[in-house]
Nanobody
Framework: QVQLVESGGGLVQAGDSLRLSCAAS????????MGWFRQTPGKEREFVAA????????YYTDSVKGRFTISRDKAKNTVYLQMNTLEPEDTAVYYC????????????WGQGTQVTVSS
């Protein structure tokens, strides 16, 4: 059973920056990719960013391109999401996820961390 522990959320003002971290642990596993999703009340969880583990190819949803950067520390099994120039529309609970089964899907999710951006 893989555990994902997120940290770094908080309350900031528009234009500020935050960095989210997510550390994976729990036995032996091989990571295919890790990513971040976000969700606001009444809406479906939406994709934000992802990174492939071996080569480090990154993917972003259009609304965060140029503002958010996803990166990884392979030695620590940790993924980061650097969020710059935050906007009130970025307010959400951010969830970390990991794919380990090789099927291109995400297998485990973190508990979520709240990011609130005030205008």
């Amino acid at each position: 059973q893989v555990q994902l522990v997120e940290s770094g959320g908080g309350l900031v003002q528009a234009g500020d920056s935050l960095r989210l971290s997510c550390a994976a642990s729990g036995g032996a596993f091989s990571i295919d990719s890790m990513g971040w999703f976000r969700q606001t009340p009444g809406k479906e969880r939406e994709f934000v960013a992802a990174i492939t583990w071996k080569i480090g190819i990154t993917y972003y949803t259009d609304s965060v391109k140029g503002r958010f950067t996803i990166s990884r520390d392979k030695a620590k099994n940790t993924v980061y999401l650097q969020m710059n120039t935050l906007e009130p529309e970025d307010t959400a609970v951010y969830y970390c996820t990991i794919g380990i089964s090789g099927g291109g899907e995400y297998d485990y999710w973190g508990q979520g961390t709240q990011v609130t951006v005030s205008s």
